[in-house]
């Protein structure tokens, strides 16, 4: 068996390790490929140039070592397999969630003074404890999101693909967005990028929502029409908007999120975490086990959804 993968180094060394017996060959993520090369398992980056071609050089199975596949050619889920790093980043985005949302609450940074206040000793700040989460997924990022929200005390309302009950006890599975957006003082996107999801909330979604909601996007910006997002923070309808994702990405000089008053934007940065990269490899290596051994993959992308 021969192992293509874009990663070299230590990454390489990992994958050899858990398959000794395969060949592991180190590809460039762009220019001439030699004319003989061929391998039934690739490890790629999805910004490589190259992927279709190296996946028409008889791949089997194709591994992204990132978390998502929104930017992969469809062209790829033709007759073989796919998986990704699916929740490696669950613990690190979760984490950033519950900051944003504490800091919506109080009023961070604007409550911290630099000179003598009005008022000292006296404000009026809000909290998670009784708050009503709203999540928009519930995969592995969104049930670290609800495991986290329930430890503060707040209501965690759900709505997800499929109607499987929670991971999580305590969490409120809804039937559909309509009948959770009405209910929620924290609303989070934590869904994949797909044809079904581009700008599931938009200007509909975002009247029918409970007036003074902080909406939280650490998904893709696609799921969010930023037109209609743009009319509701303008109106109060959404008291904030914390994104860590933007569309499009890297988002243009002069964009209007950039300068909102209601907008806390940050750079596609809640995934980092000094684990993350540990983390990632760790999966890697199983699902190379697993392949090898003829067991289950994990973190398959559903040809269908797209996910």
């Not at 180190?26 to 490929?33: A, F, K, M, N, Q």
């Not at 996107?189 to 909330?201: D, G, I, N, Q, Y």
Request: net charge negative; aromatic share 4%; hydrophobic share 45%.
């Amino acid at each position: 068996m021969r192992i293509l993968t874009h990663m070299g180094g230590d990454i390489a060394d990992a994958i050899r390790a858990a398959a000794p017996d395969a060949e592991v060959v180190v590809v460039p993520t762009s220019g001439e490929l030699p004319p003989d090369l061929r391998g039934e398992v690739l490890v790629a980056t999805h910004r490589a140039d190259n992927l279709i071609e190296l996946c028409d050089r008889g791949v089997e199975w194709v591994h992204f070592f990132g978390t998502g596949v929104d930017g992969m050619p469809p062209e790829i889920l033709e007759g073989r397999v796919v998986s990704c790093s699916r929740g490696a980043g669950a613990v690190p985005i979760s984490e950033w969630v519950l900051a944003v949302m504490l800091a919506f609450e109080k009023r961070l940074p604007d409550a911290w003074v630099h000179e003598p206040p009005a008022h000292w000793s006296w404000t009026e700040l809000g909290g998670l404890h009784g708050r009503t989460l709203g999540l928009v997924g519930l995969g592995g990022i969104g049930t670290a999101i609800a495991t986290r929200a329930a430890a503060f005390g707040m209501d965690v309302l759900a709505v997800r693909r499929t109607d499987a009950p929670s991971p999580v006890p305590g969490v409120t599975v809804v039937g559909s967005l309509d009948e959770m957006l009405p209910r929620v003082d924290h609303l989070v996107l934590a869904a994949p990028a797909t044809p079904k999801t581009e700008h599931l909330v938009g200007t509909a979604e975002l009247e029918a929502v409970k007036p003074g909601v902080h909406l939280v996007n650490i998904a893709r910006g696609a799921l969010v029409d930023q037109d209609a997002l743009r009319v509701a923070l303008d109106d109060g309808r959404v008291a904030m908007a914390s994104l860590d994702v933007c569309d499009p990405e890297p988002l243009p000089e002069g964009h209007w999120l950039y300068d909102h008053p209601k907008v806390r934007l940050s750079p596609h940065i809640s995934w980092s975490s000094p684990a993350l990269a540990s983390r990632i490899v760790e999966l890697l290596v199983d699902n190379v086990r697993r392949y090898v051994a003829g067991e289950p993959l994990q973190g398959v992308v559903d040809p269908v959804e797209r996910y």
